[in-house]
C-alpha cells in the first residue's frame, strides 16, 4: 500500500509522553476498518516506516445489544 502525505491537522499529540524504543508500531482499529480513505492506518505506516518497524494492527471484536 502506498502511503499518502497526512495533512498536519489531523494529526494531535495526546499526551506529554516521550516515544519509547520498541520492536513494532501498533495501530488499534476500532471503527475505520478500511485500507483505503483511513488517514489514522496510513498515519502508522508512515511513523513505522520512518522508524524502521513492523506495524501490527489490531482490531478487537465486540458485541453490541439492541
Known amino acids: 500500500m502506498a502511503t499518502k502525505e497526512i495533512q498536519e491537522e489531523r494529526v494531535r499529540q495526546l499526551n506529554d509522553k516521550y ?6 508500531i501498533l495501530y488499534w482499529m476500532q471503527e ?13 505506516v ?14 478487537g471484536l465486540t458485541t453490541f445489544t439492541v
Request: charged fraction near 30%; proline fraction near 0%.
Open 19 to 24: 516515544i519509547r524504543e520498541g520492536d513494532y
Open 32 to 44: 475505520a476498518q478500511r485500507a483505503e480513505y483511513n488517514h489514522a492506518l496510513e498515519y502508522a
Open 46 to 59: 508512515q511513523r513505522a516506516n520512518e522508524l524502521d518497524q513492523r506495524l501490527l494492527v489490531v482490531f
